[in-house]
């Protein structure tokens, strides 16, 4: 069974400044892919990044990278240069082996102060 | 290029009836999932479409269920409907291959009295 964790339920950054958004995750499977999902108020889930498990090169999309430390599990979001239009609900998810289905953590709301 | 498309956007039902939602993949997705998020659950899977078959299920009732057709559009039905099932339905459209990202529609809020 896959199970992923995000343990910080809220986080709050200053625009400009650099943000990272915790998670770790557990799995059987041995071909497994990580997410980072964005859901602002318009309720929208939004693709922020994705890292393939069998890569140990960190993904990186322009402001946004990962920490990925497979070992320990852990797969962490680093939001650079944060922005206002950065402030939604963060949900960290995995799906591994044949199948579809997305496994998503609780989700942080990240507010970004003016 | 037509993103995912869920309707209705909203709806208000009562404790016992049915109800069907409908999403609209993006043009040549042939894979169509649900998901529930209500504040005490998070994000659950429901189930998954592929080719007008259901590839995968997740842990909720019978009284949940769905159906997709050729052109790839899904229906989502749950029947007799308890209070527990107010939620955003989210609906969420791929290739099929399961490294891929999933494209989301805007979900459909279900509120039930």
């Known amino acids: 069974a896959q199970t992923v964790t995000q343990s910080q339920p809220e986080m709050s950054v200053q625009e400009a400044e650099t943000v990272t958004l915790s998670c770790t995750y557990d799995?059987?499977?041995?071909?497994?892919?990580l997410f980072w999902y964005k859901q602002p108020p318009s309720r929208q889930m939004i693709l922020v990044i994705r890292?393939?498990?069998?890569?140990?090169q960190n993904a990186t999309e322009n402001r946004f990278s990962v920490n990925f430390q497979k070992a320990a599990k852990s797969f962490s979001l680093k939001i650079s240069d944060s922005q206002l239009g950065d402030a939604a609900m963060y949900f960290c998810a995995s799906v591994g082996g044949a199948t579809n289905k997305l496994i998503f953590g609780t989700g942080t709301l990240l507010a970004v102060q003016p | 290029k037509a993103g995912v498309t869920q309707t209705p956007r909203y709806l208000i039902k009562t404790r016992g009836q049915q109800v069907t939602l409908s999403c609209s993949p993006i043009?040549?997705?042939?894979?169509v999932s649900w998901y529930q998020q209500t504040p005490g659950q998070g994000l659950q899977f429901l189930f998954e479409?592929?080719?007008?078959?259901?590839?995968n299920k997740g842990n909720f009732p019978g009284r949940f269920s769905g159906r997709q057709f050729s052109n790839s559009r899904s229906e989502m039905n749950v029947s007799t409907l308890e209070l527990g099932d107010s939620a955003l339905y989210l609906c969420?459209?791929?290739?099929?291959?399961?490294?891929?990202?999933?494209?989301f529609g805007s979900g459909t809020q279900l509120s039930v009295l």
């Open positions: 799995t059987s499977e041995s071909d497994y892919y």
């Open positions: 890292q393939e498990a069998y890569k140990q």
């Open positions: 969420a459209s791929s290739r099929g291959h399961a490294e891929e990202k999933l494209f």
């Open positions: 479409y592929f080719s007008e078959t259901q590839r």
């Open positions: 043009s040549g997705h042939r894979s």
